[in-house]
């Protein structure tokens, strides 16, 4: 569990750095050096939707004001379902090395025993 919780934790910087980016464009009406040099997502972004609309277009501030919260939720589902695919994979990984152990009657692994009534060793045959 501890593992899966400091995965967690990974998600924190990617999405602080959007939630900035998303209060320094909020209310903006032109483009400005700093704001792209400072915040290099509003960059990638108005980048990538000149090159998905029509050649030669600008993009307005205001329509990449309005992509930046998708994009938080994006890093934030995958940062979710990547920790979940961690947690199931951990668990499923406990279940089997529990069941073996119990099955050839060996001691549980002291980095997954958490208390004595998980520890078949110490328990009354």
């Known amino acids: 569990m501890r593992r899966s ?3 967690q934790a990974a998600k924190a910087k990617p999405l602080s750095e959007t939630a900035r980016a998303a209060q320094a464009i909020r209310g903006r009406v032109k483009w400005s050096e700093k704001l ?5 997502l509003l960059a990638a972004l108005e980048k990538l ?4 609309g029509p050649a030669g277009a ?9 992509v930046v919260p998708f994009v938080g939720v994006l890093i934030g589902a995958g940062m979710n379902s990547a920790v979940l ?3 199931a994979a ?3 990984r406990y279940c089997q090395t529990r069941f073996l152990c119990e099955r050839y009657g060996l001691p549980l692994p ?4 958490t208390d004595e009534d998980d520890d078949p060793a110490t328990q009354a045959p």
């Open 5 to 7: 919780f400091m995965a």
């Open 36 to 40: 792209r040099h400072d915040h290099r």
């Open 49 to 52: 939707m000149r090159q998905l």
């Open 58 to 66: 600008r993009v307005p501030v205001q329509n990449v004001a309005k």
């Open 85 to 87: 695919g961690g947690v």
């Open 90 to 92: 951990d668990a499923q």
């Open 110 to 113: 002291a980095a997954l025993a």
